[in-house]
T-cell receptor, first 110, second 113 residues
Framework: KNEVEQSPQNLTAQEGEFITINCSYS?????LHWLQQHPGGGIVSLFMLSSGKKKHGRLIATINIQEKHSSLHITASHPRDSAVYIC????????????FGKGTSLLVTP | DAGVTQSPTHLIKTRGQQVTLRCSPKSGHDTVSWYQQALGQGPQFIFQYYEEEERQRGNFPDRFSGHQFPNYSSELNVNALLLGDSALYLC????????????FGPGTRLTVL
């Protein structure tokens, strides 16, 4: 099984701060997802990456295939960004199944 | 485009009963995956359907079964419900049009009493 590790597990930031969440995995993959989940809510797909970098609004995701590492950055954080951010990988020895990290719980305070 | 839809939103059942959850994939998608997310845990893969066949299965007992219809919608059936089956059940769809990206539905919250 592809081990997916996220850090930090919990993160508290003040509004306006730049936030970085990290994800590392142990086996080669075909794609990596960054997902967002609000308390009690469903999951929203933020990005799918297989190489390089993607940007959407204040969110930026990068992946380094050689180092088996990805980062999710949030610029100018806002309280509405408070949620759990989950890294999930596809491929390697998991086949068609997404293999999820444990998530990073982010709280942005005013 | 309605995205991925799931029904019902919430469901309460008692132990031993059977339940059917439904999922309609995003337009243009032909694969449907089901995941179980227990409270405070990450989602766990149940199975994936493609071309009306179960293409891959996770580590779940035979009490969990599914079906995919010609219009690509899917059902998840759980028999002989246990208290431990209480969870958020997530459906994700994907297809060639979207590459390998998977889009999630809002989930069905199942409570077993």
């Amino acid at each position: 099984k592809n081990e997916v590790e996220q850090s930090p597990q919990n993160l508290t930031a003040q509004e306006g701060e730049f936030i970085t969440i990290n994800c590392s995995y142990s086996v080669g993959i075909s794609a990596l997802h960054w997902l967002q989940q609000h308390p009690g809510g469903g999951i929203v797909s933020l990005f799918m990456l297989s190489s390089g970098k993607k940007k959407h609004g204040r969110l930026i995701a990068t992946i380094n295939i050689q180092e088996k590492h990805s980062s999710l950055h949030i610029t100018a954080s806002h309280p509405r960004d408070s949620a759990v951010y989950i890294c999930a990988v596809l491929g390697g020895n998991s086949g068609y199944a997404l293999n999820f990290g444990k998530g990073t719980s982010l709280l942005v305070t005013p | 485009d309605a995205g991925v839809t799931q029904s019902p939103t919430h469901l309460i059942k008692t132990r031993g009963q059977q339940v059917t959850l439904r999922c309609s994939p995003k337009s243009g998608h032909d694969t449907v995956s089901w995941y179980q997310q227990a409270l405070g845990q990450g989602p766990q893969f149940i199975f994936q359907y493609y071309e009306e066949e179960e293409r891959q299965r996770g580590n779940f007992p035979d009490r969990f079964s599914g079906h995919q219809f010609p219009n690509y919608s899917s059902e998840l059936n759980v028999n002989a419900l246990l208290l431990g089956d209480s969870a958020l059940y997530l459906c994700a769809s994907g297809g060639l049009a979207g590459g390998r990206e998977q889009f999630f539905g809002p989930g069905t919250r199942l409570t077993v009493l």
